[in-house]
């Protein structure tokens, strides 16, 4: 029992780390950002900021694991699902934006693989991308096979509704005219044009 409970602090604050540390980077940049920083935000000491990562770089490593595990999980749940394929485009759509808009720190921080990563991070996190990039594709290809999308390139399509998606964060402000509900409801009319 008291395990659990120790664990779920600590997973707690891992998230809490997570999430101070990819604002702070997603303003200052990699390179510039220190763990002092970090933990001072957090009103922790850098030594125990230790406690729950080895360095820097593991710590970038987690956030991207924020952003890729969920995203992963979410998108086989969609795929898995009995919904049209029309319908599993479009919840993928909705889901990836709201998920974006509400960890926008953090998206903009996983979205950059330009930091120096380590071989083993870095095929760690090009191992899930490719996983979510696949499950995509299959989305795609699931439409397309059941004669509902048109016949296209699969991965060309897949980079330009990605891409649209990920624009999303360099525009978006919480203050704006539109709800992210609004917002992913628009872009999932739009984007879906490009299928059928």
């Not at 509902?148 to 704006?176: C, E, H």
């Amino acid at each position: 029992m008291g395990t659990s409970l120790r664990q779920k602090k600590m997973a707690k604050k891992k998230n809490e780390i997570l999430r101070s540390a990819s604002s702070i980077i997603s303003e200052k940049g990699y390179e510039k950002t220190t763990m002092e920083e970090i933990a001072s935000q957090l009103l922790m000491t850098k030594g125990s900021m230790y406690y729950y990562f080895k360095n820097k770089e593991e710590l970038l490593f987690e956030c991207h694991l924020m952003i890729l595990d969920p995203s992963i999980e979410k998108i086989k749940e969609v795929k898995n699902s009995d919904l049209t394929p029309i319908e599993k485009m479009r919840k993928v759509i909705i889901d990836y934006i709201i998920f974006e808009i509400n960890e926008k720190a953090m998206f903009n921080v996983a979205g950059k693989l330009d930091q120096t990563f380590s071989s083993e991070f870095l095929e760690k996190i090009l191992a899930k991308r490719d996983e979510y990039n696949h499950i995509f594709d299959e989305l795609i290809l699931e439409g397309i096979n059941n004669g509902v999308f048109q016949k296209v390139d699969v991965k060309m399509t897949r980079l330009i509704i990605l891409g649209a998606l990920n624009s999303i964060q360099s525009w978006y402000k919480p203050d704006g005219k539109m709800k992210p509900e609004e917002i992913a409801n628009i872009h999932a009319d739009y984007i879906l044009r490009i299928l059928l």
